[in-house]
Nanobody
Framework: QVQLVESGGGLVQAGGSLRLSCPAS????????MGWFRQAPGKKREFVAA????????YCADAVKGRFTISRDNAKSTVYLQMNSLKPEDTAVYYC???????????????????WGQGTQVTVSS
């Protein structure tokens, strides 16, 4: 069992930055890939970014490339999402998720992830 708790969300003006954190507990952190997803009101959940267990492989959605950076600190069992140049369309609940089955593969499908946090709200005002 893995427990994930996101933090760092909030209200920010367009062009601003936020850093989301997601510490994990329950299993060896480097044994699973991690992902960030988001869901805006009335929309489907969408993939944002993912990172392999070692941190050697990273993939970001086109909508956030060049603005968001995913990283992890295995010593602290924490994954981060640094969000810069935020836009109103980035407003959503952001979730971190753990993919237990393949540590060295980054996947974009939510169904591939085994554990999810409760989410943190990010609101970007124009």
């Amino acid at each position: 069992q893995v427990q994930l708790v996101e933090s760092g969300g909030g209200l920010v003006q367009a062009g601003g930055s936020l850093r989301l954190s997601c510490p994990a507990s329950g299993r060896t952190f480097s044994s699973y890939a991690m992902g960030w997803f988001r869901q805006a009101p009335g929309k489907k959940r969408e993939f944002v970014a993912a990172i392999s267990g070692s941190g050697g492989s990273i993939y970001c959605a086109d909508a956030v490339k060049g603005r968001f950076t995913i990283s992890r600190d295995n010593a602290k069992s924490t994954v981060y999402l640094q969000m810069n140049s935020l836009k109103p369309e980035d407003t959503a609940v952001y979730y971190c998720a753990a993919d237990w089955s393949k540590a060295d593969v980054v996947r974009t499908g939510g169904s591939s992830y085994d554990y999810w946090g409760q989410g943190t709200q990010v609101t970007v005002s124009s």
